[in-house]
């Protein structure tokens, strides 16, 4: 079984910060990048930052300055800083993976979805 498990969410000022945790489980065959993606009220899924397994980072341009994405390779655990927030950052953040349960082809995993939300 593959789980995603997310943590670090809630609520904080304009101008504060959150550092968001995703632990991946049962990718026994390897991971080729894990990230995160966001969801405001009435938009889409849109990617945020995600980071290759050659280490390789991948960040939305609203977001380069203020948040930075890093992972713990051993624990296949992604972390994502987020610094000086704003209202606009306010969403439900996913995590997702790409890869393989053991021998079988790399697919797509996602998180439950962790709410940020980001009062002025």
């Known amino acids: 079984q593959v789980q995603l498990v997310e943590s670090g969410g809630g609520l904080v000022q304009a101008g504060g910060s959150l550092r968001l945790s995703c632990a991946a489980s049962?990718?026994?065959?390897?991971?080729?990048?894990m990230g995160w993606y966001r969801q405001g009220p009435g938009k889409q899924r849109d990617l945020v930052a995600r980071?290759?397994?050659?280490?390789?980072?991948d960040l939305v341009n609203s977001v380069k300055g203020r948040f930075t994405i890093s992972r713990d390779s051993a624990k296949n655990t992604v972390y994502l800083q987020m610094n000086s927030l704003k209202p606009e950052d306010t969403a439900v953040y996913y995590c997702?993976?790409?890869?393989?349960?053991?021998?079988?082809?790399?697919?797509?995993?996602w998180g439950q979805g962790t709410q940020v939300t980001v009062s002025s």
């Open positions: 997702n993976a790409y890869g393989s349960s053991g021998s079988r082809p790399p697919q797509n995993y």
């Open positions: 049962g990718l026994t065959g390897g991971i080729n990048y």
């Open positions: 980071i290759f397994s050659s280490g390789t980072t």
